[in-house]
């Protein structure tokens, strides 16, 4: 492949990151309010209330968290860092487990970032 093909995947496999972990924290936050939300429901039990307390916080947590690392490596990729390829890879390994579309991206992602090309413009 030509330089400026790979450069076209590569940027397209970062805004693919991008948008994703964008809509990653954006569902975090939402999770969050919708929980303390429902949490204003079940003032009279004190188990629920434990119960939905500690999945509104720790379920968003990790999701924001997780979504923070791919919009790192996302943004990291624009500018051909070599660490961002890496990070990218090991996101796209993980989110390969969101059937379809994070096969789908992690499949893509490995393709482009596995490339003789590709490596070679992260070193």
């Known amino acids: 492949m030509e330089e400026s093909v790979i450069k076209k995947h590569v940027t397209l496999v970062a805004a693919l990151q991008i948008g994703f972990s964008a809509l990653g924290i954006i569902g975090s936050l939402i999770i969050f309010f919708v929980f303390s939300f429902a949490g204003s429901f079940v003032v009279d039990d004190e188990v629920a209330t434990m119960v939905l307390k500690f999945i509104g916080s720790f379920l968003p ?12 490596g996302g943004i990291g990729l624009l500018s051909y860092k070599k660490w961002a390829r890496v990070l990218v890879l090991v996101v796209a390994a993980i989110g390969c487990v969101n059937f379809p579309l994070g096969t789908l991206k992690g499949v893509y992602s490995f393709w482009v970032l596995m490339q003789d090309e590709s490596i070679k413009l992260f070193t």
């Open 61 to 72: 947590l990790i999701i924001f968290l997780a979504s923070l690392v791919g919009l790192t």
